[in-house]
């Protein structure tokens, strides 16, 4: 047998994407340089590193518990992977016979009594994923429970109304079109606000495509290459990318902390390099005037895309910033896995608001369409809801079981309806304001990474690690239409006037599917 940490590094790598950890997967993946190992796109099934461990824990259970006559004791005390083994020998064997090389029925009744063990460690593990290891978790929910039990009371007494049921209909292949070409995992995609048929895609492969993409499903598509080589560090991912509002400019975010500004036909117009760590969030403002980007080194930056100079940092956060929002063309707001959310302005020295609450990472800060109201997701399993004219938030949503990793306003204004998704592997509709569950939209078996609204707010996208892309009809909450990817989904996004869906995979595709609208 031959092991080697290339290939350990590589397990522990997809165990770190699946599960969910993607800005660690990124900081595990430059640091421990699987990007160049000759495994990188080796097909690794999921939970191989969970499986490892447990035929590991199967094989230290009996070797315990194996007599000199090489007979399997009968032990009461189940076997742990982390809590030392005290026996409790019932003085029985499972078979008086010695255990040789070659199955035999001793190890097939241990293994079968393991894998009830084993179901029961999956499904634990399903639970936990990507949670905090603190041993005070709980009791810091069940005080912020109870500090905000007035204000929680809706949202956890509340039960949604079940879904009205519908036919389910699977995604016609003659409406799906397959992007290929990227030599990576493709994190993000964007429509062109403008150009409605025009598509960016960003890839860990250092480069982001820009897709003119046909009705036509057999019509040849040559795709531009924005190529971000070279760059600062050995890390290629492009993170993220965000189109300016006329649709003209391209702006994307790499892991090695350069921002670049592209035209709609592939030039590279500036490369700004203030930050000092990977990009995790980039947003133009709705003026189109400035460029804002967040990233771990802990600051914020507004860039002047004329000229491609910084015109402002800001360094509040104490931790990596996982997003920001432009709540309108000067102020805007950023989280941190330092758990607070701050409120900035250009020109201002010090933030107009600082907001503390959540009791673990912050991952999605989003303005509601009129610019009043913030909501913001964090690993504590709750959403916030918050105004400027309050310290603290407004709403506490509950209801998710696990991380809410991402969420979305409905576009239309006024109608206070928000989507959450979660590693829970359900997506929320929510009367946000009221903290009432709408619907619960449950299809996914994997933690859910991104959401999209349509453009009038009649259905909702979904994309999951269980490769599965789901689209909700959101007023009743029923499941319209389904589609199996070749690849766990990273994100989705709907076109401008709603025809078409994009979801980005880690099969280094991108997946185009016409006719929404029908």
């Not at 809590?83 to 293994?111: A, D, K, M, Q, Y």
């Not at 634990?124 to 978790?137: V, W, Y």
């Not at 030599?183 to 993000?188: P, Q, T, Y």
């Not at 006024?414 to 009221?434: K, N, P, Q, Y």
Request: glycine letters at 6%; charged letters at 25%; a negative charge.
């Amino acid at each position: 047998m031959v092991l080697t940490s290339e290939e350990v590094n590589i397990i522990v790598y997809k165990y770190l994407q699946e599960s969910g950890f993607r800005h660690t997967s990124f900081a595990f993946q430059y640091e421990s340089q699987v990007e160049k190992s000759a495994y990188r796109d080796t097909h690794i099934q999921p939970g191989a590193l969970i499986n490892i461990i447990h035929k590991g824990l199967q094989f230290m259970e009996i070797e315990a518990h194996m007599n000199e006559e090489g007979e399997l004791m009968e032990c009461n005390v189940p076997f742990s992977l982390l809590e030392p083994h005290h026996c409790e020998l019932t003085g029985n064997t499972f078979n008086s016979e010695p255990v040789r090389t070659t199955t035999t029925t001793t190890t097939t009744t241990t293994i079968k009594r393991q894998r009830k063990d084993e179901k029961k460690q999956k499904e634990r593990e399903k639970r936990a994923r990507k949670e905090s290891t603190e041993l005070d978790e709980n009791e810091s929910i069940k005080k912020v429970i109870k500090e905000d039990e007035e204000m929680v009371e809706n949202s956890i007494n509340n039960t949604p109304p079940p879904p009205t049921p519908t036919t389910t209909t699977e995604i016609d292949l003659n409406d799906v079109i397959m992007l290929k070409g990227h030599k990576s995992e493709v994190f993000s995609c964007a429509w062109n606000p403008i150009t409605t048929s025009l598509l960016a895609s960003g890839s860990g492969d250092a480069t982001a495509r820009l897709w003119n993409v046909p009705e036509d499903k057999e019509a040849a598509i040559q795709p531009i290459i924005l190529n971000h080589l070279p760059n600062l560090n050995d890390n290629k991912d492009v993170t993220t990318l965000d189109w300016n509002p006329t649709g003209t400019l391209l702006v994307t975010g790499s892991y090695d902390g350069q921002a670049r500004i592209w035209t709609q036909k592939g030039q590279l117009r500036f490369v700004m390099a203030q930050h000092r760590g990977p990009i995790f969030s980039l947003k133009w403002n709705m003026k189109g005037d400035l460029v804002l980007s967040g990233s771990a080194d802990t600051t914020t930056i507004i860039w002047d895309p004329e000229t491609g100079e910084m015109k402002q940092q800001f360094e509040y956060h104490a931790l990596a910033i996982l997003d920001v929002d432009w709540m309108d063309n000067t102020t805007f707001a950023s989280c941190s896995s330092d758990k607070t959310i701050y409120v900035c302005k250009l020109g201002q020295t010090k933030p107009l608001k600082k907001w503390v609450g959540h009791e673990d990472e912050v991952n999605a800060v989003r303005w509601d369409p009129s610019g009043q109201y913030l909501a913001s997701c964090s690993d504590d399993m709750t959403c916030k809801i918050w105004s400027l004219a309050s310290d603290k938030p407004i709403q506490q949503i509950r209801g998710h079981t696990l991380q809410i990793y991402t969420l979305q306003w409905a576009p239309q204004k006024d109608s206070g309806i928000l989507a959450t998704a979660s590693f829970d592997a359900s997506v929320r509709l929510w009367d946000a304001l009221s903290g009432t569950c709408l619907h619960v939209l449950n299809n996914h078996t994997e933690a859910v990474y991104s959401i999209s609204f349509s453009p009038d707010a009649r259905l909702l996208a979904s994309g999951s690690f269980d490769e599965v892309l789901n689209v909700w009809d959101t007023k009743n909450g029923s499941l319209k239409k389904t589609f199996k990817a070749d690849g766990g989904i990273f994100e989705v996004h709907f076109s401008k006037n709603g025809d078409k869906l994009a979801a980005c995979t880690s099969n280094k595709q991108v997946v185009i599917l016409n006719h929404m609208n029908k």
